[in-house]
């Protein structure tokens, strides 16, 4: 089974709101993604759990905050959000190998379905 | 520094042809490759990948890929095509060099449209 699942599918929210995203995977992976897709474009990467643990956090605006509860969930919790950050938000999944804290190259990363988010 | 290069925005194909979707790389060690397609409103599947070996490597759905090191490529390949098949397809590659921060690179898309 190779399945993430991500809640809600749609999600409209204005400037001021607070919300969350959530993504859940059982396929005891140990390495988790959230990314920022426009339409039409290549994912963007935003933030890497890794055992758990912030491993790469790519200059995303603190409006965003990414959370991993345990193993197999991952939060992006959403604060003063502006309408430019409309988007599909992605979460992803990697089996994690090897020296704690580097990602694998070969591994698969594994999507799930995504969030469509729209801030008004 | 890593890149991939997906030199078409868009592929047209009639059903029942062979479709190719092109894809170059750029990377100092030795590259993973990574082939995803995305339905409208969808997530990523994955298609299949390049480690190591085998220069042909088959994956979902009858496609498969050429991994070409003298012409960095890893073009996407399927024998018959179907409209099924029309989607987002993108290219990835990982480096195995000391520059490898595990992050998947991305190419820009190419639009697979298989009219009847």
């Known amino acids: 089974d190779t399945e993430v699942t991500q809640t809600p599918k749609h999600l409209v929210m204005g400037m001021t709101n607070k919300k969350s995203l959530k993504c859940e995977q059982h396929?005891?992976?140990?390495?988790m993604y959230w990314y920022k897709q426009k339409a039409k474009k290549p994912p963007e990467l935003m933030f890497v759990?890794?055992?758990?643990?912030?491993?790469i956090n790519e200059s995303v605006p603190s409006r965003f905050s990414p959370e991993c509860p345990n193993s197999s969930l991952l939060n992006l919790h959403l604060h003063a959000l502006q309408p430019e950050d409309s988007a599909l938000y992605l979460c992803?999944?990697?089996?994690?190998?090897?020296?704690?804290?580097?990602?694998?190259?070969?591994?698969?990363?594994?999507f799930g379905p995504g969030t469509r988010l729209t801030v008004l | 520094a890593q890149s991939v290069a997906q030199p078409e925005d868009q592929v047209n194909v009639a059903e029942g042809n062979p479709l190719t979707v092109k894809c170059t790389y750029s990377?100092?060690?030795?590259?993973?490759l990574f082939w995803y397609v995305q339905y409208p409103n969808r997530g990523l599947q994955f298609l299949l990948k390049?480690?190591?070996?085998?220069?042909l490597v088959k994956g979902s759905y009858g496609f498969e890929a050429e991994f070409n090191k003298s012409q960095t490529s890893f073009h996407l390949k399927k024998p018959s095509a179907l409209v099924s098949d029309s989607a987002l397809y993108f290219c990835?590659?990982?480096?195995?060099?000391?520059?490898?921060?595990?992050?998947?690179?991305f190419g820009q898309g190419t639009t697979l449209q298989v009219k009847p």
């Open positions: 990377v100092s060690g030795n590259p993973y």
């Open positions: 396929m005891g992976h140990r390495a």
């Open positions: 990835a590659v990982r480096d195995s060099g000391s520059s490898n921060t595990g992050k998947l690179i």
């Open positions: 992803a999944s990697s089996q994690l190998r090897g020296v704690p804290g580097q990602l694998p190259a070969t591994d698969t990363q594994y």
């Open positions: 759990y890794s055992y758990e643990k912030l491993s």
């Open positions: 390049y480690i190591t070996g085998d220069n």
